[in-house]
Structure formats: structure tokens, C-alpha cells
């Protein structure tokens, strides 16, 4: 077994346990987070044929850290997303864009990976595009799923929605997630390169 997905295995355990000591609403927090055991279910059934770059594992880390930050407080109230909005001026705490700007960011590698890797996609235009498709697809599927939870939960949804009073908050995290798959394939893609020519088989 891959000592790395061990050592996720560890962090996300503690990260976990600390997020969920006492959050606000248990079912919503269980929703929050739930995106890092699921991803992490998907790691470990593909590690025997799929080893991922330290990289890509590592991004993945910290997006789990995200979600349990989020899911500890309900992204609309987390602490440190007050202090931003305060020293920025903003009118929201902005700690919901960060999570899908992540939601963006690291995913985008991870699909840059398998395209490359398991697609055959060639590096260019094509890659790119598919990438960037691929995140806003993710996006686009989690926004339905926020959006089941409302249609059943009512008014209970309130807090996993984090619309904070804005009509137009699915289409800013869906463009916020857009900025951060821009961001990563802008700033990591070289990095991404060496780190399959080290890695990959």
C-alpha cells in the first residue's frame, strides 16, 4: 500500500475528528466533509493499478482541510473567512469562494493527470480545455447536489447552501471554481510535468 495514501489517511483522521468535535449541525457537517472520505474511497480502491504524484496527493490533502475547516463551522462562519472580510472590506465571508476556488484548483490537477496518463490527451490547447471542462462539470454536479439537498431539506439547507443572501451564489462559486482550474494549470502545470516524469509509470 502507498505510504502516502497511509499518511492522508492519518491527517484527514485527525482533521476529521478535530471538524467534527461539536459543529453547529451534525447533518450538515456530515454533507460538508463528506467529499474527503468519499475521495479518499476512491484513492484506495484505484491505489493497487493507479499511483498519483506526490503532487496531485498533496493538493488533495489540503482540499480535505478545506472541507473539514468548512464543515467545523459552516464555511458562512468561519473565523478566519470574518478576519479576511474585515481587512478586505467585503460584504460576505468570503471562506465559501476559497472552498470552490480549492474546488477548482486541485481537482484540476488531478484530471490533468488522468487525462494525460489514462486518456492519452496530448499536452496543449486540448488538455487544457478538457481540464477546465472537466472542473466546471464537478462544479456543476455539486451545485445540483446543494441544490436536492434544498428542494428536500427546505429551509434546513440553509447553512450547507452558504448562499449568505446572494441570488447569484451558485454562478460565483462555479466562475470561482473556474478562476482556481486557470489558476493551478497556470502555476503548477510545469511542476505537474516533472512531477509525472519523477513519478508516474
Request: some cysteine; charged content about 15%.
Amino acid at each position: 500500500m502507498d505510504r502516502r495514501l497511509i499518511a492522508l489517511a492519518l491527517v484527514w483522521a485527525v482533521g476529521l475528528a478535530a471538524s467534527g468535535w461539536a459543529p453547529p449541525d451534525r447533518a450538515t457537517w456530515m454533507l460538508e466533509v463528506a467529499p474527503a472520505p468519499i475521495a479518499f474511497a476512491v484513492l484506495w480502491a484505484l491505489a493497487p493499478r493507479v499511483r498519483f504524484t506526490g503532487l496531485v496527493l498533496a493538493l488533495v490533502g489540503f482540499h480535505g482541510l478545506v472541507l473539514m475547516l468548512g464543515g467545523a463551522y459552516t464555511y458562512a462562519e468561519v473565523p478566519v473567512g470574518f478576519a479576511v472580510r474585515d481587512w478586505l472590506g467585503l460584504a460576505r465571508n468570503p471562506y465559501d469562494r476559497f472552498g470552490h476556488f480549492v474546488q477548482g484548483f486541485v481537482p484540476a490537477l488531478a484530471f490533468r493527470e488522468a487525462l494525460i496518463r489514462f486518456s492519452g490527451v496530448r499536452r496543449g490547447v486540448w488538455l487544457v480545455g478538457l481540464t477546465l471542462a472537466c472542473c466546471l462539470a464537478l462544479s456543476a454536479a455539486y451545485e445540483l447536489l446543494e441544490f436536492a439537498v434544498a428542494m428536500t431539506a427546505g429551509d434546513g439547507s440553509q447553512a450547507f447552501l452558504g448562499t449568505q443572501g446572494d441570488e447569484w451564489d451558485a454562478q460565483w462559486d462555479m466562475l470561482s471554481c473556474l478562476i482556481g482550474a486557470v489558476a493551478a494549470l497556470a502555476l503548477l502545470s510545469r511542476a505537474h510535468d516533472r512531477a509525472l516524469a519523477q513519478e508516474a509509470p
